[in-house]
């Protein structure tokens, strides 16, 4: 009776059915700018979320999102700033949906309402530098010449690639893209593969911007790992892509979190 009841226990434990996770399942969507502000050093085109096929397609999304069912949803919003984000949350109508392009709305406001949450959490952190020119001048000092034209091949590469998905894919298409593990891989190789090598042997110009880079991103993730409370089974993660892909590398070595894809939450 004891080898049966122990066969049934490892049967049981065995099928993934029954198994259970211990870990936090984290939703990362990593997404472009709407409303593109023509900040980043890559100048990628606007794609108009506003249109009505769009607005379908958010619909859509933040359907899915409200299915996997996150209880918190964190967002790219100065962490200092949490008091203006809360009232910009509690007067938000349906309305807004029509009137803002900002990702915020769209997705992360938009699906905060269906869920009933009742706040957003702000994350963001950016007293840091992002010292792009220095960087360059540093090359250039150095007289580090393939390294530049490296730089100003990928940059240009990258442009290219991005403003033509823009003018062809959907934008439930595009955010897929921007999650896939290729670029994901992008968003981080630069910093290390072309970044980091700048200046000369006595100039970190370089290091210092890629540790200013994952100071920002590591700042934000305590964020995360601080307001995530034991009683939080999912949450969710609206940040641009470059900062996603960078968490992503975070959370490999964090046994508290798992992270659940974008194209699997939209099937």
């Given at each position: 009776?004891?080898?049966?009841?122990?066969?049934?226990?490892?049967?049981?434990?065995?099928?993934?059915?029954?198994?259970?996770?211990?870990k936090?399942?984290?939703?990362?969507?990593?997404?472009?700018?709407?409303?593109?502000?023509?900040?980043?050093?890559a100048?990628?085109?606007?794609?108009?979320?506003?249109?009505?096929?769009?607005?379908?397609?958010l619909?859509?999304?933040?359907?899915k999102i409200?299915?996997?069912?996150?209880?918190?949803?964190?967002?790219?919003?100065?962490?200092?700033k949490?008091d203006?984000?809360?009232?910009?949350?509690?007067?938000?109508?349906?309305?807004?949906?029509?009137?803002?392009?900002?990702?915020?709305?769209?997705l992360?406001?938009r699906?905060?309402?269906?869920?009933g949450?009742?706040?957003?959490?702000?994350i963001?952190?950016n007293?840091?530098?992002?010292?792009?020119?220095?960087?360059?001048?540093?090359m250039?000092?150095?007289?580090?010449?393939?390294?530049?034209?490296?730089?100003?091949?990928?940059?240009?590469?990258?442009?290219?690639?991005?403003?033509?998905?823009?003018?062809?894919?959907?934008?439930?298409e595009?955010?897929?893209?921007y999650?896939?593990?290729?670029?994901?891989?992008?968003?981080?190789?630069?910093?290390?593969?072309?970044?980091?090598k700048?200046?000369?042997?006595?100039?970190?110009?370089?290091?210092?911007?890629?540790?200013?880079?994952?100071?920002?991103?590591?700042?934000?993730?305590?964020?995360?790992?601080?307001l995530?409370?034991n009683?939080?089974?999912?949450?969710m993660?609206?940040?641009?892509?470059?900062?996603?892909?960078?968490?992503?590398?975070?959370?490999k070595?964090?046994?508290?979190?798992?992270?659940?894809?974008?194209?699997?939450?939209?099937?």
């Amino acid at each position: 009776m004891k080898k049966l009841l122990l066969l049934a226990l490892l049967t049981v434990s065995s099928n993934p059915v029954f198994a259970q996770s211990t870990k936090k399942q984290i939703l990362l969507l990593g997404t472009f700018h709407f409303e593109n502000p023509g900040l980043d050093v890559a100048q990628i085109n606007t794609f108009n979320v506003m249109t009505n096929k769009s607005q379908k397609e958010l619909e859509n999304i933040t359907d899915k999102i409200k299915k996997f069912g996150p209880d918190k949803i964190f967002v790219e919003w100065k962490y200092e700033k949490q008091d203006k984000l809360d009232k910009f949350y509690a007067k938000n109508t349906d309305s807004l949906f029509h009137n803002d392009a900002d990702e915020l709305v769209q997705l992360a406001i938009r699906s905060a309402k269906k869920l009933g949450h009742k706040k957003l959490f702000a994350i963001d952190y950016n007293q840091t530098e992002f010292p792009y020119d220095s960087l360059v001048k540093g090359m250039q000092e150095a007289n580090q010449l393939d390294l530049i034209k490296k730089n100003k091949e990928e940059l240009v590469a990258h442009e290219k690639s991005q403003n033509q998905k823009i003018a062809k894919y959907s934008l439930t298409e595009l955010l897929i893209d921007y999650n896939a593990e290729e670029s994901n891989a992008e968003n981080v190789k630069w910093y290390l593969e072309t970044c980091n090598k700048a200046g000369k042997k006595d100039n970190f110009v370089g290091a210092y911007l890629v540790s200013e880079w994952y100071k920002r991103n590591l700042y934000m993730y305590s964020l995360i790992q601080k307001l995530t409370e034991n009683k939080d089974d999912k949450i969710m993660v609206l940040l641009g892509a470059s900062h996603t892909a960078m968490l992503r590398e975070f959370i490999k070595y964090d046994s508290d979190f798992e992270i659940i894809e974008l194209k699997d939450v939209l099937k």
